[in-house]
């Protein structure tokens, strides 16, 4: 009998897995020590160093740089995930955030509805609600061919669940992931096909800043979730036993999202 959650012979496509301490690598290397070959992506030539660094420890693994803002560039990656894979089984959009060192401030992305510039608005659109479109348009075709398909959107609690200040774009996007997610989950049950979405909330990555860090550390677990805590989900969603599981948001955010103190009394 095989084990629970192996995912053995299983075909992953994971993008926006470029950083080292990212949720995109974290969840790639679970979903490998499950047992799935597995083509990551990311927007920067970091992503050959966490290729190297998979292959290294003998996993099935390839992977090239895209601007996944661009359909063309979407198309290449489907294509050259599907060279390796010779299939797919489950697609991770986890691409998104902003550029590899710039702050939203910094790309025009920041802001309230007055301040919000429409060139930084339709970036935000782009870099992560078009990308995870495209990349999932182009996959369903291969992903109803398999016999347990895995669609997962990485989008976050905000947006969906809770609201920044001058974050109008970013929350947005995410929030439109969520409608993506269950509009995605309605129509692709009848192939077998789940999809779901993931909400983080503050997590330690080598972007937070440090009043991220100090948010993170008013939730009610008292610290910011690391990247393999929320990659562990992104593994059981992918897993064959999530198969009854489909269009839900699972909220990672130790308790932040539930809490109405946020002072110890």
């Known amino acids: 009998m095989t084990p629970p959650f192996n995912l053995s012979g299983a075909r992953a496509l994971i993008t926006g897995a470029g950083s080292p301490t990212g949720i995109g690598f974290a969840?790639?290397?679970?979903?490998?020590?499950?047992?799935?070959?597995?083509?990551?992506?990311?927007?920067?030539?970091?992503l050959?160093?966490?290729?190297?660094?998979?292959?290294?420890?003998?996993?099935?693994?390839?992977?090239?740089?895209?601007?996944?803002?661009?359909?063309?560039?979407?198309?290449?990656?489907?294509?050259?995930?599907?060279?390796?894979?010779?299939?797919?089984?489950?697609?991770?959009?986890?691409?998104?955030?902003?550029?590899?060192n710039a702050p939203m401030q910094e790309v025009g992305e920041a802001g309230d509805g007055a301040a919000m510039s429409v060139e930084g608005w339709h970036n935000?659109?782009?870099?992560?609600?078009?990308?995870a479109f495209y990349i999932?348009?182009?996959?369903?075709?291969?992903?109803?061919?398999?016999?347990?398909g895995r669609i997962i959107m990485m989008s976050s609690l905000t947006g969906p669940v809770m609201a920044i200040r001058n974050d109008v774009a970013y929350g947005a996007t995410k929030a439109g992931m969520v409608?993506?997610?269950?509009?995605?989950a309605v129509d692709e049950a009848k192939h077998g096909i789940t999809v779901n979405a993931v909400a983080p909330g503050w997590i330690q990555t080598a972007s937070q800043s440090i009043s991220e860090g100090h948010e993170g550390g008013?939730?009610?677990?008292?610290?910011?979730?690391?990247?393999?805590?929320?990659?562990?989900?992104?593994?059981?969603?992918a897993s064959r036993e999530a198969s009854y599981l489909t269009g839900q948001v699972i909220v990672i955010d130790g308790g932040n999202s539930i809490s109405e103190q946020r002072t110890v009394r």
Do not use: W
């Not at 969840?27 to 970091?46: H, N, P």
């Not at 008013?218 to 969603?237: H, I, N, Q």
């Open 48 to 100: 050959n160093d966490r290729v190297a660094e998979l292959q290294a420890r003998g996993f099935a693994v390839a992977g090239s740089v895209a601007d996944l803002t661009e359909f063309s560039a979407a198309e290449k990656i489907v294509s050259n995930a599907l060279k390796f894979l010779g299939g797919l089984d489950i697609v991770v959009n986890n691409a998104g955030m902003t550029s590899v």
């Open 136 to 148: 999932t348009k182009l996959s369903l075709p291969h992903l109803r061919e398999s016999s347990a």
């Open 27 to 46: 969840s790639a290397q679970l979903l490998c020590e499950m047992g799935a070959s597995v083509y990551i992506t990311g927007a920067s030539d970091r």
């Open 179 to 184: 409608g993506l997610t269950k509009s995605l």
């Open 218 to 237: 008013s939730t009610p677990m008292g610290r910011s979730a690391t990247p393999a805590e929320v990659g562990a989900v992104v593994g059981f969603l």
């Open 124 to 131: 935000s659109i782009a870099r992560n609600l078009n990308s």
